[in-house]
């Protein structure tokens, strides 16, 4: 019944910027956390930064002063600013909504790749 609509991803060289934005299809009152992961080919999925319902972030050790999560809860919006980009942080990035308390909500968005190389 919910889509989140990632955009923002692309090709840029390192100590570039780039913005990613997520988007969900209606407003969703029983979530109470927005998140971005990453997935490198090889690697695990990771959790790189999170916002709860009451604006308290937190972000992965290796993004921590590179990114900043934010919302727009008019616009059913998580942005991700990502900043002073590595190559290491090369991935398919997916935003996700969920509820902390209830696993009945979990939603996922299709991923957007975000590559970073000279």
């Known amino acids: 019944q919910v889509q989140l609509v990632e955009s923002g991803g692309g090709l840029v060289q390192p100590g570039g910027s780039l913005s990613l934005s997520c988007a969900a299809s209606?407003?969703?009152?029983?979530?109470?956390?927005m998140g971005w992961y990453r997935q490198a080919p090889g690697k695990q999925r990771e959790l790189v930064a999170g916002?709860?319902?009451?604006?308290?972030?937190n972000y992965a050790h290796s993004v921590k002063g590179r990114f900043t999560i934010s919302t727009d809860n008019a616009k059913n919006t998580v942005y991700l600013q990502m900043n002073s980009l590595k190559p290491e942080d090369t991935a398919v990035y997916y935003c996700?909504?969920?509820?902390?308390?209830?696993?009945?909500?979990?939603?996922w968005g299709q991923g957007t790749q975000v590559t970073v190389s000279s």
């Open positions: 996700n909504a969920k509820n902390g308390i209830s696993s009945l909500y979990d939603y």
């Open positions: 209606r407003s969703i009152f029983s979530i109470n956390f």
């Open positions: 916002i709860t319902s009451g604006g308290i972030t």
